[in-house]
């Protein structure tokens, strides 16, 4: 990795600033019902604690729109994360927690901070000026500590105060363990991933992963499509698709796509069977079609179908890396989820593979199927994932310091 990590700063006794990723879901009584990413990024701030730093977390949490709201506040999460961390450490560990990220009380708790010690910022989004990436606000966050380190992937494709404008007021900037972990496996799958190198995408729109199948087209063996996009593809192609979903103003994209992977010599497949039905509802009349037929006027495709399975699975099979991001059909509904559940099987199952898996749909479909601890390694960012993926420069790493 090109960039500084935490294991290259001098943590003792200093006050570090880490941007973490605690936009977690809580119930109606505040409280935490998904810690996922919480759990991600406690091996960076147990690394921190053991190294006694004095540690100041700041996350943002949901959309207050630039003002608080109690709805939105990160005290319980502070409470979470202690009983978290007293179980990891086997400690008690007293995490702080500042009702403001900026101003007199927040620096003031950040001075009184003793080497061990953990400080949980209120919600950065509580300020207009953080998603706005103002310089004084920047400015004020940084006067918090001496050294600063990112661990949230997920917000890394923002240009935000805490993820990018603070680093220019503190002298050594550092990703996490968790970035550190998803640019080392996203990294290796564009600059050198090991062969075959076979890539899954789905979702709604072609127009959501143009730029990753543009940016990917060189680097791949095979590229499986599915999910409402796979309808673009065939539409372009002359079939029939019914009332699937199709965006019309990308048919001629589609062609040039299918005609630009035919030159380089690499496998486009597109589903060669589809689930159709006339609604997504779990009664709805559910039959399957050849993609050789067309699609009835008033039905439209919902997944992939047994002989589309087969074909994606006995390719996923040879893979020596695999890229899976977006889902095969409406898999939330349950006569729809089964290409969705066979394909996070089909990866799972290729133990010989590096495999990665990214975007909140087949994040959950990998959990879905009970096999998310077989996938190599799991995204926690689905949209920073994505624009890495597109070949993005990412603002949250790119303010990093140089090694």
Known sequence: MAKLSIRDLELKNKRVFMRVDFNVPLDEHGRVTDDTRIVETLPTIEY??????????????GRPKGKPNPKMSLMNVAEHLRILLDQKLSRNCNVGFSPDCVGWE??????????????????????????????NFAKALAKL????????????????????????FISKSAAGLLMEKELQYLGKVLANPERPFVAILGGAKVSDKIEVIQNLLPKVDALLIGGAMAYTFMKAQ??????????????????????DAKAKGLKFLLPVDDVIADKIEASAQVTQVDASAPIPAGKMGLDIGPKTRK????????AKTILWNGPMGVFEVEPFAKGTVAIAEAVAN?????SIVGGGDSVAAVHQAGVADKITHISTGGGASLEFLEGKKLPGVEALTNK
């Open 238 to 259: 002359g079939r029939d698709t019914g009332k699937s979903l199709v965006e019309d103003d990308k048919l001629d994209l589609a062609r040039k796509l299918l005609a």
């Open 350 to 354: 290729n133990r010989a593979a590096t």
């Open 48 to 61: 921190a604690l053991k190294h006694h730093a004095r540690l100041i977390l700041a996350s943002h949490l």
């Open 311 to 318: 074909l994606y699975s006995d390719e996923i099979v040879t």
């Open 145 to 168: 500590a001496e050294a600063y380190v990112n661990d949230a992937f997920g917000s890394a494709h923002r240009a935000h105060a805490s993820t990018a404008g603070i680093t220019k």
């Open 106 to 135: 927040a620096e003031e708790m950040a001075q009184k901070l003793e080497a061990g010690q953990c400080l949980l910022l209120e919600n950065l989004r509580f300020h207009p000026e953080e998603e706005a990436n103002d310089e």
